[in-house]
């Protein structure tokens, strides 16, 4: 194979990784906050995917367009559900909370099931089967389009953290909750304001993922898993160190399914879990705890 055939992966792989890093990131950013893991994270992505592929088979609305709407509508499911339900687990010990998450991953993969069947279901847009071809490297527009779609969210979630006052609050309450308290922060309202982000974040990583594969109510563990290989790689907690997480898995994923065969990529995946684990615990960005 010559050097085209590597570099058209490694650029799909890269185009894939940076939706896997907005999915990622809504699991950093959930965590860096609310300090509650989000068991049932690729469960929801699986909502999002299979609202993309009922407005998509129901009436023709592109994943495209539907981003914005489906990511709103995971925003509004993800503080309902951190309020009503997990809010009141914050102050449990961690066990009790990640049964509550667990038994809500279960019930999740479940219902879609009853509802849907286990039959995979797919988007064929009108561009499925479009390219860029820029110079040697053949670039696949679906891959194009979300990777481009996950670029603008993340960017505009950076921007909502560092210049909005909601988002300034929420960091205060990340770096010190009594202080958050002492002056007067609703602290309840942002910890569920944040789970909504991180649902809505990964709410936008579905729809765009339904671009990229099928989707069944069986994908939903995977993604939670592989969710949190990209953030404990990149840094549990640090929303570059999603993105980076994701990229380098993206890459990992799509070279080791050239170089060995598909169903290897995921052993190379958690290769460099332990990896990191094993000389940089923190993750790659992650900051050590003294």
């Not at 907005?22 to 049932?40: D, E, K, Q, T």
């Not at 495209?64 to 010990?93: D, K, S």
């Not at 064929?124 to 481009?148: C, H, M, N, P, R």
């Not at 290989?229 to 570059?240: A, E, K």
Request: a neutral charge; hydrophobic letters at 60%.
């Amino acid at each position: 194979m010559g050097l085209g055939v590597y570099l058209n992966v490694a650029v799909a792989g890269l185009l894939t990784g940076l939706v896997y890093g907005l999915m990622a990131l809504g699991l950093s950013v959930i965590f860096g906050v609310v300090r509650v893991v989000n068991f049932a994270h690729g469960e929801m992505m699986s909502i999002a995917m299979y609202i993309a592929v009922v407005l998509f088979s129901s009436f023709h609305l592109d994943p495209l367009v539907m981003l914005v709407p489906i990511a709103a509508v995971m925003f509004v499911f993800g503080y309902t559900l951190q309020a009503g339900l997990i809010n009141p687990f914050i102050t449990r010990p961690e066990h009790s909370q990640f049964l509550l998450v667990v038994a809500l991953a279960i019930i999740i993969v479940n219902a879609l099931l009853i509802i849907f069947g286990p039959d995979a279901r797919t988007v064929q847009t009108s561009y499925a089967y479009d390219s860029f071809e820029l110079g040697a490297v053949i670039v696949d527009a679906s891959k194009a389009y979300a990777a481009a779609a996950a670029i603008v969210v993340t960017t505009a979630l950076f921007a909502f953290f560092r210049f909005t006052l909601i988002g300034k609050a929420i960091r205060a309450c990340a770096d010190n909750y009594t202080g958050a308290l002492v002056v007067g922060l609703n602290v309840n309202h942002l910890y569920a304001l944040t789970f909504a982000l991180g649902a809505a974040c990964v709410g936008a990583a579905g729809t765009m993922m339904t671009l990229i594969t099928d989707v069944t109510p069986a994908l939903g563990p995977g993604y939670t898993l592989l969710a949190f290989v990209i953030v404990i790689t990149g840094g549990l907690g640090s929303m570059p160190g999603a993105l980076i997480g994701g990229v380098l898995i993206g890459l990992t994923e799509a070279l080791a399914g050239l170089l060995f065969t598909p169903s290897a990529k995921s052993m190379f995946a958690f290769g460099i879990l332990v990896l990191v684990l094993l000389f940089r615990p923190q993750g790659i960005l992650g900051r050590r705890l003294v």
